[in-house]
């Protein structure tokens, strides 16, 4: 695959775009999301963060993410 090679998945219920071959910590980065101060649902599954830099992101996963803020969550 090339670094110029798209892919779709579904964040938080929308369709979005991001290169294809990143891992999990790389796509949120992309996103505009600071790796540490998210929780993830991938594909369904909550996923241990130890384990975001083995998990490639792929065409038509689906990403659940909600951002903690002071005090609490806050779905983003």
Known sequence: MSAAEMIAVLLNG???SCPAG?????ALRHFGYE???????FNGAILPRA???DQ????????????????GFLES
Do not use: K, S
């Open 35 to 41: 790796p540490r101060l998210v929780v993830v649902e």
């Open 22 to 26: 990143l891992d999990l910590e790389a």
């Open 14 to 16: 929308e369709q979005r």
């Open 51 to 53: 384990h975001w830099p």
């Open 56 to 71: 490639l992101v792929r065409e038509a996963d689906g990403l659940e993410v909600v951002t903690i803020v002071g005090g």
